[in-house]
């Protein structure tokens, strides 16, 4: 066996050149670095899902090497194991009669969804990611937490791997007081939301905050829309990511004490028989001449119009 490790306050990286009876090593390296980040009541999980992605590599990766990655950030872990294979791991679907094949139904399971399989930068083998939810109590539902907006930006960084670094750093000011109904402080991550609602050449660009109404950063951009132009969207699967994550710089009453400031952006289309919309109604404008925004180059010049 082979592991060398790395560990921080925040991260535990081990390098691990696999062999059947070094699964219990791992686990047990690894239970530790939970117990000690506080998370005794969800590490069982966390490691199920752990020893079974390293399983595949004892199965499937000639080599055996892989390294796996925890990273505590705020209210979520971040698990990733990366192995020097190209081959992409298949969903089975097995019948009820076999006891294999299931993994990564249990991974879905385990991880509610949140994990993903993406190339490398450097395009060589893969590289799983899983995000576990570790809040560390039970708060007043209903309205926005610290924890949804770091899930929130872990699954846009899933989509766009490269623009991960550029918004993750901003994870560690993510706050609870918004559901509490306390104060933020002038360190908490300040969030604004971008609406845009989209119609053939048309487009109604809405910005807003979000608010104690609000159950996630997506729900904020429909009562935005919704409230700006009467339109009545469709809520959209509860896991649909941003379209972009813009860093902002902050603003002049935050010279002495600089807040974080992120701008997540949605997009969507109008509801079907929603009325045509035109340039006399309300706030809509040509796509064409929107004015500059990082969220322009995601438009495309021109597109059909509704059937």
């Known amino acids: 066996m082979t592991i060398h490790t790395h560990h921080s306050d925040r991260k535990l990286h081990m390098e691990l050149t696999l062999r059947p009876v070094d699964l219990a090593t791992v686990r047990r390296i690894t239970r530790s670095q939970l117990h000690g980040w506080g998370m005794a009541t969800t590490a069982d999980d966390i490691l199920t899902v752990v020893n079974e992605l390293l399983t595949n590599v004892l199965d499937h990766v000639p080599s055996k090497r892989c390294t796996l990655t925890l990273e505590h950030k705020a209210y979520l872990l971040h698990v990733r194991i ?6 992409m791991p ?25 994990w993903k399989v993406v190339r490398p930068p450097d395009d060589v083998g893969k590289e799983i990611h899983c995000l576990f939810d570790v809040s560390p109590a039970a708060l007043p539902t209903g309205t926005v937490k610290g924890g949804d907006i770091v899930r929130e930006i872990f699954r846009y960084g899933l989509t766009h791997p490269d623009r991960l670094p550029q918004v993750v750093r901003h994870t560690r000011r993510a706050c609870d007081h918004l559901a509490t109904g306390e104060s933020c402080t002038p360190w908490c991550l300040a969030i604004s939301i971008g609406a845009v609602v989209r119609d053939g050449d048309m487009a109604c660009v809405l910005e807003g905050t979000l608010t104690q109404e ?3 950063p997506a729900a904020a951009a429909r009562r935005i ?8 969207l469709d809520a959209g699967p509860a896991t649909a990511p941003p379209l972009l994550i813009e ?15 992120l ?19 309300g706030p809509w404008t040509p796509v064409t001449d929107l004015p500059p ?9 021109s597109t059909p119009g509704r059937c």
């Open 247 to 261: 860093p902002r710089p902050a603003g002049a009453s935050d010279c002495t004490s600089p807040r974080d400031r």
């Open 293 to 301: 925004t990082p969220l322009q180059a995601l438009f495309p010049t």
């Open 214 to 216: 609000d159950s996630s």
């Open 82 to 87: 990366r192995d020097d294979c190209p081959g």
């Open 90 to 114: 298949v969903r089975q679907r097995p019948r009820a009669s076999r006891t294999t094949g299931r993994r990564l139904a249990l991974v879905d399971t385990l991880t509610h969804g949140g």
């Open 225 to 232: 829309i919704t409230r700006g132009t009467g339109l009545r």
């Open 263 to 281: 701008h997540f952006w949605y997009l969507f289309e109008t509801p079907p028989g929603s009325p045509k919309p035109s340039k006399s109604n």
